[in-house]
């Protein structure tokens, strides 16, 4: 499976995003697929996941209610939806894909190449 995400950029504080991950490879629907970000100095971090069927995600408790994750198997896409934005958001973002859907990142063994996202205040 190989991925690549897209669509990030910047936003004020309060903005809105959407980032896409898109898949090539027929397997992809057997996948669990997680978004992580790395902000500059810091350890790369869980944001969500999402089941290989697109059941309810799991989220880390810092986007909890703020960020959904979707996927459509038909397309091998899933989209993380990011609201109310925070500078503290500001990080490169990854999408991966994995057997579980674990908010462990050594569980992951496909990764896109990551898309920045930057939050001014």
């Known amino acids: 499976v190989q991925l690549q995400a897209s669509g990030g950029g910047s936003v004020q504080a309060g903005g809105s995003l959407r980032l896409s991950c898109a898949a090539s490879?027929?397997?992809?629907?057997?996948?669990?697929v997680a978004w992580f970000r790395q902000a500059p100095g810091k350890e790369r971090e869980f944001v969500g996941v999402?089941?290989?069927?697109?059941?309810?995600?799991n989220y880390a408790d810092s986007v909890k209610g703020r960020f959904t994750i979707s996927r459509d198997n038909a397309k091998n896409t899933v989209s993380l939806q990011m609201n109310s934005l925070k500078p503290e958001d500001t990080a490169v973002y990854f999408c991966?894909?994995?057997?579980?859907?674990?908010?462990?990142?050594?569980?992951?063994?496909?990764w896109g190449q990551g898309t920045q996202v930057t939050v001014s205040s």
């Open positions: 991966a894909a994995g057997e579980s859907p674990t908010k462990t990142r050594s569980a992951y063994g496909y």
């Open positions: 490879g027929r397997t992809f629907s057997l996948y669990a």
């Open positions: 999402i089941t290989w069927g697109g059941g309810q995600g």
